[in-house]
C-alpha cells in the first residue's frame, strides 16, 4: 500500500501511517490488553465502531504490523496478532503513556494492566 507522502519527515510519515484516532489504541489493545479478536477491539472503552476497526485492522495488515490468523481450523473467525514489526512499536506507546500520565490530568493505568504498568516502570 503506498501513499503519497507530504514530506520525507519521519515524523509526518509515521504519523500519514498510524496518527489517526484509532490505529495506536489498537496497537495498545494487542500489545497490552493482550486483545486478539474483533469483538474484543469492539469492547473498548473508546468504542469504535465495526467499520473503522473492519479498516484499520486491514491496514495494519498491510502495513505488516499485524498477522491475521484463523481463530481455530474451521472457523471463519480471525485472530489478530503483532508482528515483530509491530511490536517495535512498544516504546512509542510507553512514552505516550508516560507522557499522558505526567501531563494530562484525569489520565490513569488500570490495575489490571500489568503489561503497561511494568512496562512504564
Avoid at 4 to 9: A, K
Avoid at 23 to 34: A, K
Avoid at 68 to 97: C, E, F, V, W
Wanted: aromatic share 8%.
Amino acid at each position: 500500500m503506498t501513499q503519497p507522502r507530504r514530506s520525507c519527515c519521519p515524523i509526518a510519515c509515521t504519523l500519514d501511517l498510524i496518527g489517526d484516532r484509532w490505529t495506536l489504541l489498537i496497537i495498545r489493545d494487542m500489545m497490552f490488553f493482550n486483545k486478539q479478536r474483533f469483538e474484543e477491539f469492539l469492547a473498548s472503552p473508546e468504542g469504535i465502531s465495526t467499520n473503522i476497526l473492519a479498516n484499520r485492522l486491514k491496514l495494519l495488515e498491510e502495513l505488516g504490523l499485524v498477522v491475521k490468523q484463523p481463530y481455530s481450523n474451521h472457523s471463519r473467525r480471525m485472530n489478530y496478532q503483532l508482528t515483530d514489526k509491530g511490536k517495535s512499536l512498544r516504546p512509542l506507546l510507553k512514552t505516550i503513556a508516560s507522557w499522558g500520565l505526567k501531563n494530562l490530568s484525569q489520565t490513569q493505568i488500570f490495575e489490571q494492566n500489568e503489561n503497561l504498568n511494568q512496562t512504564l516502570d
